[in-house]
């Protein structure tokens, strides 16, 4: 029995779609079409996938918000398993305190709203991060010397042999716009946030200064969020733009003149165009600055 037979029989709680389109599933727009797609709502599904991997030689590839994605053209082999139907928040109450535990694929924007609705603080600083849970934790997601690792208290995943684990914070190594959560293959299902009673103005006040901070930000066109991480010592965005990189276009793909670390969807750019300028704008700061520019979006080409 191959991977693609063994899936058919062992999934029967979530429908497997063939030649899905992906483009629509990133906020870059970008994307062709996967070989197998699948949404899990169960955890029992996840784990099941998660074993055919294993077991059967399955290329598993998985996909939250789809904000941090860059996916190629054409038709990508394997199978797709987004996490964006496996959401939930669930609120335990300790005093002054309380801790969210969250599904992988809820939204950061729904957990900023849950917290404010609480009067609670302590994830203002991912105000404006768009994407999932799940992919907040792997990117280890933030800003201004805060993380999403701050306030975390556990993490689950489901490891190669379809097995739920839980992690103590202390025991996941947190790195900048990374984290261990995915090394060896795990998917991260689920975690516990800490957040603490507060006041509605300084959460108010809070909010609205990172708001401003990403003010800059080219909301208005698709993209992927920042292209390359911040070298230490710099800040991409400028590196990016004393290099002159800001207005660069390849196709309807173009390097944001408002950021210069956003490329921008202002059409029907393809992965080829945006690669393209993520070259480009490599080279132009290797040469005039002697710096490596580090990734921070995932590419996936296959």
Not at 145 to 171: H, P, Q, Y
Not at 231 to 259: F, I
């Amino acid at each position: 029995m191959n991977w693609s037979e063994a899936l058919s029989k062992n999934i029967r709680s979530a429908k497997i779609e063939r030649n899905f389109p992906l483009a629509p599933c990133t906020t870059m727009g970008i994307g062709g079409n996967a070989e197998f797609y699948i949404e899990a709502e169960e955890i029992e599904d996840i784990k099941n996938i998660k074993s055919l991997e294993n077991s059967e030689g399955l290329k598993l590839k998985i996909i939250g918000g789809g904000s941090n994605l860059l996916i190629r053209d054409g038709i990508v082999n394997g199978l797709f398993l987004s996490t964006r139907r496996f959401k939930g928040i669930n609120i335990k109450n300790a005093g002054d305190s309380f801790t969210l535990e969250v599904k992988a694929g809820t939204s950061m924007r729904d957990v900023i709203a849950r917290t404010f609705s609480l009067s609670a603080e302590g994830l203002e600083h991912l105000v404006g991060i768009p994407g999932t849970v799940g992919g907040a934790l792997a990117g280890n997601a933030g800003g201004k010397g805060f993380s999403i690792s701050d306030n975390v208290e556990w993490v689950e995943t489901v490891d190669t042999k379809g097995m739920l684990c839980r992690w103590a914070k202390d025991e996941i190594e947190w790195r900048y716009r990374s984290s261990s959560l995915t090394d060896s293959g795990r998917i991260i299902v689920s975690c516990g946030l800490c957040v603490k009673k507060g006041s509605i103005d300084r959460i108010k006040e809070r909010q609205s200064f990172f708001w401003g901070i990403r003010g800059n930000q080219p909301y208005e066109y698709k993209s992927a969020g920042c292209i390359f991480k911040n070298p230490e010592g710099y800040a991409a965005g400028k590196l990016l733009d004393d290099c002159k990189c800001k207005g660069l276009r390849r196709g309807d793909a173009h390097v944001s003149t408002r950021h210069a670390n956003f490329i921008v969807n202002t059409g029907n750019a393809s992965f080829k165009d945006v690669t393209g300028l993520i070259n480009e704008c490599r080279k132009r700061v290797k040469e005039s600055k002697g710096i490596d520019l580090e990734l921070e979006v995932r590419l996936l080409n296959d």
